[in-house]
Nanobody
Framework: QVQLVESGGGLVQPGGSLRLSCAAS????????MSWLRQTPGRSRELVAS????????NYGDSVKGRFTISRDGPENTLYLQMNSLKPEDKAVYYC?????????WGQGIPVTVSS
């Protein structure tokens, strides 16, 4: 069973920065899409950012464009989400997701709180 382990969440002040990491045991050669999503109570899960493995192309949700950056370290098989200029509305549980041809693998979820 493939395991994804997230780290880097926590409490940060508005305007601050945070970097989330997602370490995956699955081989990157089998991955087609790498994504970050977030969840807040009463809302459906929201796509934050995604990276198409074959092309390296990025896609971002409108609310985070210009502030968040998705990236990866191939040799380390780690996915990152750099979050800058954080706002209170960015508070959520963040999940990484790796997609293959046939399956999706999810991280455990990590909370991010933005507050003074």
């Amino acid at each position: 069973q493939v395991q994804l382990v997230e780290s880097g969440g926590g409490l940060v002040q508005p305007g601050g920065s945070l970097r989330l990491s997602c370490a995956a045991s699955v081989s990157r050669f089998r991955i087609t899409l790498m994504s970050w999503l977030r969840q807040t109570p009463g809302r459906s899960r929201e796509l934050v950012a995604s990276l198409v493995v074959s092309s390296g192309g990025h896609n971002y949700g409108d609310s985070v464009k210009g502030r968040f950056t998705i990236s990866r370290d191939g040799p380390e098989n780690t996915l990152y989400l750099q979050m800058n200029s954080l706002k209170p509305e960015d508070k959520a549980v963040y999940y990484c997701k790796l997609s293959t041809q046939t399956r999706e693998y999810w991280g455990q979820g990590i909370p991010v709180t933005v507050s003074s």
